[in-house]
């Protein structure tokens, strides 16, 4: 197995980045990278790229150190891209995959299709963070770093709880345990506890929810009036797909969150038989078998739904 360290020879600046709309995976192994350089690595100038990241996640050691926007003309040695997906969806540092040295990209997404220096892509693997633990030496992890990877795992399983987590993802949260991290801390402030407008939102769709195929579907949809109405913004919904999935009787979950007059942004998520990243990579989005989204033009949320219903059909019809 490969070591970060591998691709650190006569580095001396490098750049970390994830994807928009970080999720806690995404902060967690961009923030587990920039420790880990940081503690070990201290020559080496690392700066790490988000926008958008939420203030849940500012007990994570250099959270405030976060970059927003790449200075024009910089050239890194190394380029070091987690979580991302896609090379679209790479934040306000994908400019750098063109002009970077050398770029490796450390992943578990399954419709990641790659194109970088170095590309290592785990679709096995509960998240980013997980990826990015075995690259890294356990004995120069600290516990600034297990907190940052920690907290990555414990927002891509839903804190153990969907089947991408594996006995080994067990084994590398029980590592990162060991190293002093404040678990119940991590997980109750920022995985359980929602704001007021985050619990207006989700009843707001649990209200208006409808359920096709049978009940074997279930969709939920947020418009731009209910945002207005409950004040919600776009990182106000995250969790609901899930929510909507944890249904008795439900296979798949369609979840619609309007973004402006013709966009909706999509996530779906799928108990275990349909592959929800086939049927997102065909509107030109992608994820994991079990939890994807993409991006779909159109002004009817009903007529998005029925066509998302007919595919996830076909899906469990054959
Ligand atoms: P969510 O539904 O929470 O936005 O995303 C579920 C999973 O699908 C995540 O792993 C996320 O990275 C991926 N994903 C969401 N939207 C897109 C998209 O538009 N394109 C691609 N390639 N992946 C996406
Ligand atoms: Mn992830």
Same mark, same amino acid.
């Given at each position: 197995?490969?070591?970060?360290? &591998?691709?650190?020879?006569?580095?001396?600046?490098?750049?970390?980045?994830?994807?928009?709309?970080?999720?806690? @995976?995404?902060?967690?192994?961009?923030?587990?990278?920039?420790?880990?350089?940081? @503690?070990?690595?201290? &020559?080496?100038?690392? @700066?790490?790229?988000?926008?958008?990241?939420? &203030?849940?996640?500012?007990?994570?050691?250099?959270?405030?150190?976060?970059?927003?926007?790449?200075?024009?003309?910089?050239?890194?040695?190394?380029?070091?891209?987690?979580?991302?997906?896609?090379? @679209?969806?790479?934040?306000?540092?994908?400019?750098?995959?063109?002009?970077?040295?050398?770029?490796?990209?450390?992943?578990?997404?399954?419709?990641?299709?790659?194109?970088?220096?170095?590309?290592?892509?785990?679709?096995?693997? $509960?998240?980013?963070?997980?990826?990015?633990? %075995? !690259?890294?030496?356990?004995?120069?992890?600290?516990?600034?770093?297990?907190?940052?990877?920690?907290? %990555?795992?414990?927002? &891509?399983?839903?804190?153990?709880?969907? $089947?991408?987590?594996?006995?080994?993802?067990?084994?590398?949260?029980?590592?990162?345990?060991?190293?002093?991290?404040?678990?119940?801390?991590?997980?109750?402030?920022?995985?359980?506890?929602?704001?007021?407008?985050?619990?207006?939102?989700?009843?707001?769709?649990?209200?208006?929810?409808?359920?096709?195929?049978?009940?074997?579907?279930?969709?939920?949809?947020?418009?731009?009036?209910?945002?207005?109405?409950? %004040?919600?913004?776009?990182?106000?919904?995250?969790?609901?797909?899930?929510?909507?999935?944890? =249904?008795?009787?439900?296979?798949?979950?369609?979840?619609?969150?309007?973004?402006?007059?013709?966009? !909706?942004?999509?996530?779906?998520?799928?108990?275990?038989?349909?592959?929800?990243?086939?049927?997102?990579?065909?509107?030109?989005?992608?994820?994991? =078998?079990?939890?994807? %989204?993409?991006?779909?033009?159109? $002004? $009817?949320?009903?007529?998005?739904?029925?066509?998302?219903?007919?595919?996830?059909?076909?899906?469990?019809?054959?």
């Amino acid at each position: 197995m490969k070591r970060i360290e &591998d691709y650190l020879e006569g580095v001396k600046t490098a750049a970390i980045a994830g994807h928009v709309n970080p999720d806690g @995976d995404c902060v967690g192994s961009c923030l587990g990278v920039k420790n880990y350089l940081a @503690d070990n690595y201290p &020559d080496i100038q690392a @700066d790490v790229y988000m926008t958008g990241m939420k &203030d849940i996640f500012r007990y994570i050691r250099y959270s405030d150190a976060v970059l927003e926007k790449a200075e024009e003309g910089k050239v890194y040695d190394l380029l070091i891209l987690c979580d991302i997906s896609s090379r @679209d969806r790479i934040n306000v540092a994908g400019p750098l995959v063109d002009t970077a040295k050398a770029t490796l990209c450390l992943d578990h997404h399954k419709t990641n299709t790659g194109g970088y220096t170095w590309f290592y892509n785990f679709p096995e693997a $509960s998240s980013a963070s997980e990826v990015i633990y %075995g !690259f890294l030496d356990p004995e120069k992890i600290s516990c600034a770093c297990a907190e940052a990877l920690y907290t %990555g795992i414990v927002h &891509d399983t839903g804190v153990f709880q969907y $089947s991408n987590t594996s006995g080994h993802t067990m084994e590398v949260a029980g590592a990162l345990m060991e190293k002093g991290v404040d678990f119940t801390h991590i997980i109750d402030r920022t995985f359980f506890e929602k704001t007021f407008v985050q619990r207006k939102i989700l009843g707001r769709v649990m209200e208006n929810a409808v359920l096709h195929l049978d009940g074997r579907v279930i969709s939920g949809v947020v418009t731009l009036a209910d945002r207005k109405s409950c %004040g919600a913004g776009a990182g106000d919904t995250e969790g609901i797909a899930s929510e909507l999935r944890s =249904t008795k009787g439900v296979e798949t979950a369609v979840f619609l969150y309007q973004m402006d007059s013709s966009h !909706f942004k999509v996530s779906l998520r799928s108990q275990d038989i349909v592959d929800v990243s086939l049927i997102c990579s065909e509107f030109g989005g992608g994820g994991h =078998t079990r939890a994807a %989204g993409c991006t779909i033009e159109g $002004s $009817s949320p009903e007529a998005i739904v029925e066509q998302l219903v007919s595919r996830i059909q076909k899906q469990l019809e054959a």
